[in-house]
């Protein structure tokens, strides 16, 4: 029986299933079973069937192979014996798959399937003539240490193998090399002058009779520990929180100074290592979160003459919401960004798979870009979903290979290294923590719901990480050596005050802050007042203000503003001439072209903000004034580029791009398809080829309209593909013939009509 017969006899339902378990088979519909028969059979549709297959069931399709049960069925129970299990659970799933299928003379398989799993099934050789078995254990148990050492490297990895001493033709007596002696035995075959091959049986033999060893037909064991869930939720909320921190100084870094796109596309080395530098982290990190921040919409090429890499007006909405929203937003943009940074510090080499520093990718180029990157990393992380809520695993290199396990034909020579991308990458962003799934990445994870959207995930997902972040604080610790702590992260409020008048000396749980002249000018810069400051850290610090600090600010503000600036281009004034003719005198009064118009006032034709900052390096404090007279900031905002047209990231995948109802409506089809098949026709009628003439096929369907009969028709879809049908006309009108079962066939479409006997 050909698959094609099975099929056919298969129920409703289950050909359903295996339309929406091999999806390539429905586009386009099939006309029949036939068609899906020969569709199923082909070595690519087989191909993509066995990424679905788990080890286990690959060994059982192997020896299916070993059994020759492409070209002949073979009994259950054969194979049951080559694998040493009951194989019938691994048989059911792939005749789900239409990969085999069960007849009373025994199971068969696809010839595809050969040409798919390689020439060696199970790392075997070819069944050759081999003396008999009693005598293979008797020789096998004489033979010396080499060349027993010869016949189990063959058995146990690939079964031919490359030497020079297979260009002779000796006998025992004459060979002098291991392999020669093997060949003059008969326990190697020549396969030509540098290649021998070792016979299939004599592998099953030193292999113990069995055509795998436990590790390939059992899962491999993940060792796990146990935590509390809202552990891992607040330990995943601290790596939120720092993710979400380094972000915002990479905008603020980018909005001043963007970083160029090099000719080729992607960032530079040199822009990399800074990131590296003004946010302490490694270069691994640096390329996550700059390929995250692209990915989610916040940073664009400016498309400008010389490129840059700006951030976008969407940075300024993200920096404005909080902390579990921003890290919502990363999260699911590098969740579904169709990109692998680990390959910029991990390229593999083509022949060893050992890393190289040569010809590495760029950062943001488009060698990164790797469509299944998305399902690759939701497979990892559902992986971990699988456990109980607060289980981590304990290593990662466990989980790693229980993937390879479950899919080793998926992810081509990647999969192993993206995996650890994964886990590492999603370690680094929050999404994973101490080895388990946190109840945020959770929400990311769940299924859309019907009637739901993506957004909808990210909101639960938002929510989630809210209750898990500690709640902001509203006070701070000033020291004596003017550092300031915030042993918790800071009202958006105060955060802000802080930020103005003091500077991140080290980051964390509990951020550490430091107070120098230079970020006390900085505030006052801002508008700020020196009494303002004096009642920020009265009203936000548990520890009693230190003298030194209160010196400090008095200090600067009492130098600060004493020397004003507007635009004149710029001019600069003074109600102390002395101090007027103390800038004169100094060199840097040449460098900005300053010149006195009045005994107080001074002009430059430079811009002021260039002005302020030369005086100050030269030790001066000045600070700029509006047309009003009071102080206000320059300080530069940074540079914004429009945010990427649609959505910033991509919908999370559906589960099947064929619904349940669609495979139903593709069966019903290839059922008509088969009775039309299979109808006796009589007397018909063909279109004239390519003349369009379809007046025979009318008159044909009219007359079958009055007297009730049914008719065969011939026709090609809206794919392009030939089908055909068995209708009972209802009426013609309009160039439409409508049938009984309520479908409507064009009639240029109809290739030609015949009545059913």
Known sequence: MMLADVLRAASDEQLAALLLARRDLATPPPADTEVLARRAATPGSVARACEQLNARQLATAEALLLLDADTKPVPKSAIDELLGIDAAEDLAALERLALCWSTDEGISTLPAVRETLGPFPAGLGRSLPTPADADVA?????LPDDEKNVLTKLATGAPIGRTRDASVDVDLESAR??????????????????????????GLHLRGGRAFGPQTLHEPELRTRSFSQESVDQTAAGEAMELCRQVGELLSSWSQNPPPVLKAGGLGVREVRRICRELEIDEPRAVLLAEVVVAAGLVADSGSTTPEFVPTTLADSWLATGPAARWALLAAAWLDMPRLPGLVHDWPDDQSGSARRTDVPAPLSDRLHRPTAPSVRRRVLGALAELPPGTGIVDNAELIALLAWRNPRRGGRLRDDAARWVLAEAAALGVIALGAVPSATRALLADVEPGETPDDLRRRATVAMAEALPDPVDHVLVQADLTVVAPGPLEPGLADDIAAVADIESAGHATVYRISEQSVRRALDSGRTASELHELFAKRSRTPVPQSL???IDDVARRHGRLRGGAASSFLRSDDEVLIAEVLAHPAAEELQLRRIAPTVLVSPLPLAEVLDGLRAAGFSPAAEGMNGQVVDLTPRGRRVAAPRGPARRALPTRNQLSPEQAEEVVARMRAGDAAASARRGAGVRNAGGTGDTSATLELLAEAVRTGRQVWIGYVDANG????????PVRVSAGILDGADNDRYPLHRITSAAYVE
């Open 138 to 142: 008797a020789m096998l148990d004489e």
């Open 177 to 202: 090399t291991p392999v020669q002696r093997l060949l003059a035995r008969g326990l190697l075959v020549r396969r030509d002058s540098q290649t021998v091959e070792l016979p299939r049986e004599i």
């Open 550 to 552: 209160t010196y400090l």
């Open 721 to 728: 593909t030939a089908a055909q049908r068995v209708v009972t």
